[in-house]
Nanobody, 121 residues
Framework: QVHLVESGGGLVQPGGSLRLSCAAA????????MGWYRQAPGKQRELVAT???????NYADSVKGRFTVSRDNAKNTVYLQMNSLKPEDTAVYYC???????????????WGQGTQVTVSS
């Protein structure tokens, strides 16, 4: 079984920074893309940033220039460095990854458990 384990969330003041981590654990064949989504109360889940194995990245316009997604393939971990945080960044952040396993060579998407990020003064 494959699990995505998230960490790094917390409470921070506007303008502050946080670094989220998401590590894939378990038995798997390979990982394609890894990324971050977020869901604020009363809102739909939205894409924050994605990172492919080859290093291509994509960001939501709302976080462009403030957030940076990076990846350590050796550790099967994706990070989200969040700088200049705003109250509107407050949400539960979910890690997502496309993973192939021995039993599922075509691959499936997996979600982390979510980590709360609260930006407030």
């Amino acid at each position: 079984q494959v699990h995505l384990v998230e960490s790094g969330g917390g409470l921070v003041q506007p303008g502050g920074s946080l670094r989220l981590s998401c590590a894939a654990a378990g038995i798997f064949f390979s990982i394609n893309s890894m990324g971050w989504y977020r869901q604020a109360p009363g809102k739909q889940r939205e894409l924050v940033a994605t990172h492919t194995t080859g290093g291509l990245t994509n960001y939501a316009d709302s976080v462009k220039g403030r957030f940076t997604v990076s990846r350590d393939n050796a550790k099967n971990t994706v990070y989200l460095q969040m700088n200049s945080l705003k109250p509107e960044d407050t949400a539960v952040y979910y890690c997502n990854a496309g993973i192939k396993t021995v039993r599922d060579l075509s691959g499936s998407y997996y979600w982390g458990q979510g980590t709360q990020v609260t930006v407030s003064s």
